[in-house]
């Protein structure tokens, strides 16, 4: 214990002596190459040091320590999205199934009223961003291998347990296992508790982690598990999104805690000392300090939900067409047992019948579309979920593209520009429907210039080609737009080769 203690003290200037004694191991590498193999000898050691100590912290709670490792960042790498809108939060309710870790005989595990505990540090975490967290289900794994194993071995098999795809599925082990939390990945719809950690915030961390939140010191810092900084975050910040967490509004994290307390003394590349935040629930602070969210870590949360369709399913959403002719039929799905329903409208659309009743009929009465807004009451409060609905009826005209074509102020007339192959002039245009509604296209001659050289037309969808050998040529064709409500408008388009109508 006095060991433990003394560590706990000293964990701080340990970790600096052992940084001094990698920099002192790349020193060597560099001045003789030919001692490799008593090299990686000692650099194995530093690592076995650097281990013990991520185990001490995990034993002794000093502060949190993670296991949740980021395939990728999605929403930069595959969706570019770099900064984040605080638009993008509206209320959300999830789903979530606990799963109860118990010996293989079905003894053991944490009581009822600690899973409600769970719940409510869960809520209590979330309830900031908006977010309200309502329980699915629980139910048991009877398994002595997880229950009394290492999470950190077993954690893949963990996982894939039971798991459910319409909630976000936590696993709880036993309070006395060793302290573990990790979520499967960032983003992801499922992470695991155990030892000190379960009854404590670090839920909502791990959480945090599920919505697409990385950890503050992420690219500053060498957490054990994302190897080492590759891209620190500037204390100006003005690369905060770019390199780090990829979030503005937290602060360069070098990840140097006792506690709660930072205690690094240590500078950025320009000099500037660190000033991080004590209380992030994305940082590594004492598990008791994980409060808090900012404003641009929720507004990443809600960006991720609103592009992974994993998350979308562990949500109550609505559903029901994305397009309406007369009147569709709306539901909230994943509602939580016990939750009440209420509907409103705007723009042209109205509730017919009971606003209460779940589904609900939607009519569509003005052709311009609109959202349709569920009021879901549930132990969270209120939250109001809204799906956008389009007009399947009304169909306005216009252009996705020209090639080799100069339009008029009316959008209508196109002068024909240089042709290509044979033809002197060609040109090209595309028309959409910029409702946004699922639209077919036909087209046909209404008039143009008889004899030779001829101007010919061929089309393929909502797309037209006209061509001619010749100069002042023209013909007008008709487009007939019809939506997948059986609504149609004809519009004429008339072109000119060579010369401007
Ligand atoms: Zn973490």
Redesign the pocket.
Known sequence: MSTLLNFKMNSFFELRRISTYLIYIFALLLLDACHKAEINENMSSAINELQQHNELILQDSVG?N???IASEDFLTQRLGIKTYKLSAITDKIFLVHFHIVRKSDGTGGLTTSQVDQVLSNLQMGMEQASICVAEKGRSFINNSTFYSGSPSTNFNNIVTTNRQSDAINIYLLPTEALSF???VDIPSNALVLAGSYVLTPVVA??FG?CLGLF?THRGTADDGVGGPAQCPELVNGSNSSTCGDYVTDTPADPYQWQGCVYVGTGTDANGQHYSPLTDNT?SYVSPSCLQSFTPLQIARMHTAIDNNSTLQNAMSRITGPDVICTNGTYSVSNLPSGATVTWTTNGGLNISGSNTANPVTVVNTSGSGGAVIAEITTTCGSSSVTKYVLAGTSIVLGIEEMIDLQDSPSGDRFTVLAGIGNYKYTGVLKIKNLNGVPTTYSWSKVSGSTGAPIIGWSAQGNKVTVYSKGVNRYIKLRCTATTSCGSSFSKDYTFYTGFAP
Do not use: F, V, Y
Request: hydrophobic fraction near 25%; charge should be neutral.
């Open positions: 949190l993670c296991g949740t939390g990790r979520a961390h791990e982690h950890h994305m």
